[in-house]
């Protein structure tokens, strides 16, 4: 623990030293668990922590498994300062059963009415539960709060990425296996658990890439409702290729996406593969993931072709630590700046969570922790990072895993650093009236401490950026006309004042 503690003061001594006006450090929010950090563990087994997700009120929700010899899907739930929700199972943690054996928690989503949502695995079929706000299932959901999904041909079938849709639709989306080998998949229910029959063939949607096994690992939506599925695909040689394609609202495959309808990419001779995707205010797509031993970020034009205008051909590959490193997910600031997490190997084998931002053009951000960096280790032995969520408050929380000591079982573990996105110290406004809200066409705020121009940055449940407004500065209107139904955060920022509202978007 002294060793532990010691290591963490010369970190915080040198981030202090080595920052300056331009280089800001980055320094964990101990307004959050305890000195920034929480943890969970499930009992005498490693506690796996793979996606986390916020909901309207600021709770955490996480979703993982177990590491017993069967397997078991694990959620968790966090007050917004990091502290137990003990309202949700009377704990703030759930392990359930999906009626199988060898299940796994994967993804989660929030919807509006504050239910929660897990996908994954049970025995070879894809997954999904939907839980009430204090952890109890949606009875009306497939009768019972579960739903257990086959594709038809065998075992092998997983979801990866969930997300609750305006319209109260669940998309999803993994791989299915096809009797030889696996192919890209996408699914959609009602929250009732029936399969939209708008969607793909009887709600479901199997694409084939690139002939062999293909994986797919995440989605994002277009501003037009299309969905992009990223992953990667391997030959017949077992050399796998970044991957990515794009459905239609409908589900049927968008054929003018990349070339001939999909983007394939080789550059590593070990591995290519995409973890993690987001969408651009601009429908530019973000992509993050490996090649070989390195991380590695890409940006494709809205129509899937590789961007020349952000690092090298479209893509940046990053050596963190000399060894092997890589991310999980990716994360969009406000100001177009990309954070991408995921793990480091360090010189004695243990992994650790890292953070990278980089610039709109693909360049590591130097003025982000001095060098571009935010490398930590939440335990003794070892963590690792795959979630990262920007607060609508500029928050950025860290999801994954961590073993506290060396060879002890793995917690979830969620680490939050302050005033990421901000940069600058920023006063808060005074409470912002706005009217209507719910609004159709326009809303209307009123700005005790008005200082120039002001704009309105507006989030999701999950923190993406949706859209930048300007405010009428002769009616103090915002126009959200294009924005979907459902409900957003809007952060209104003037001079250095700046304050946060719910809208809901009828």
Not at 199 to 217: L, M, N, P, R, S
Request: net charge negative; charged share 15%; proline share 3%.
């Amino acid at each position: 623990m002294i060793k532990y503690l010691s290591v963490f003061l010369i970190s915080v001594f040198y981030l202090i030293v080595f920052s300056n006006n331009h280089c800001s450090a980055q320094i964990p929010d101990t307004g959050f668990g305890e000195n920034g950090s929480a943890f969970t563990g499930f009992g005498n087994y490693n506690s796996y922590c793979m996606a986390s997700a916020l909901h309207a009120d600021g709770k955490i929700v996480a979703a993982g498994y177990n590491g017993n010899s069967t397997n078991a899907v694990l959620v968790a739930q966090y007050n917004s300062d990091g502290s137990p929700d003990v309202g949700f199972n009377g704990t703030g943690m759930l392990q359930f059963s999906f009626g199988s054996t060898y299940e796994e928690g994967l993804a989660i989503a929030t919807t509006p009415e504050g239910r929660t949502v897990v996908g994954g695995l049970s025995f070879g079929n894809a997954a999904l539960a939907m839980l009430n706000p204090d952890g109890s299932f949606v009875e009306s959901f497939n009768a019972g709060g579960k739903l257990r999904i086959s594709f038809g041909t065998g075992n092998g079938s997983r979801i990866e990425k969930i997300e609750a849709l305006p319209d109260g639709m669940i998309l999803a989306a993994g791989w299915a296996y096809n009797g030889t080998d696996f192919d890209f998949m996408a699914l959609k229910v009602d929250q009732n658990g029936m399969f939209d029959p708008d969607f793909g063939t009887d709600g479901k949607v199997v694409a084939d890439i690139g002939g062999y096994a293909d994986y797919g690992y995440d989605f994002d939506i277009q501003s037009d409702g299309s969905i992009v599925i990223g992953g990667y695909s391997m030959d017949a040689q077992s050399v796998s290729s970044f991957a990515a394609i794009r459905l239609n609202s409908d589900g049927t495959k968008d054929n003018s996406f990349g070339q001939n309808g999909r983007f394939l990419l080789s550059l590593g001779t070990l591995h290519n593969e995409i973890d993690a995707v987001e969408i651009q205010s601009d429908d530019k797509i973000v992509l993050a993931g490996r090649t070989d031993f390195n991380s590695i970020v890409i940006r494709l034009t809205s129509d899937g072709m590789p961007d020349n205008t952000f690092g090298s051909s479209g893509y940046t590959i990053t050596d963190i630590s000399g060894s092997d490193d890589r991310y999980f997910d990716v994360a969009l600031q406000p100001d177009g700046r990309i954070l991408a997490a995921g793990w480091v190997f360090t010189e004695f084998g243990l992994t650790e969570h890292v953070v990278v931002r980089y610039t709109e053009t693909g360049n590591v951000d130097n003025s982000f922790n001095g060098n571009g960096k935010y490398v930590v280790s939440l335990g003794a032995g070892g963590s690792w990072a795959n979630q990262l969520m920007v607060q609508p408050d500029g928050m950025l929380l860290i999801g994954g895993q961590a073993s506290l000591v060396l060879q002890g079982y793995a917690h979830f573990a969620f680490h939050r650093l302050a005033g990421v996105t901000t940069g600058t110290e920023t006063r808060l406004m005074p409470e912002i009236a706005a009217f209507p809200n719910p609004a159709t066409d326009l809303i209307f705020v009123d700005l005790p401490d008005y200082r120039g121009q002001a704009l309105a940055r507006i989030f999701d449940q999950s923190g993406r950026l949706c859209s930048v407004l300007a405010v009428d500065q002769m009616t103090g209107s915002i126009d959200v006309k294009a924005l979907r139904s459902g409900l957003y955060f809007m952060r209104i920022t003037s001079g250095n004042h700046s304050g946060i509202i719910k809208l809901i978007r009828l």
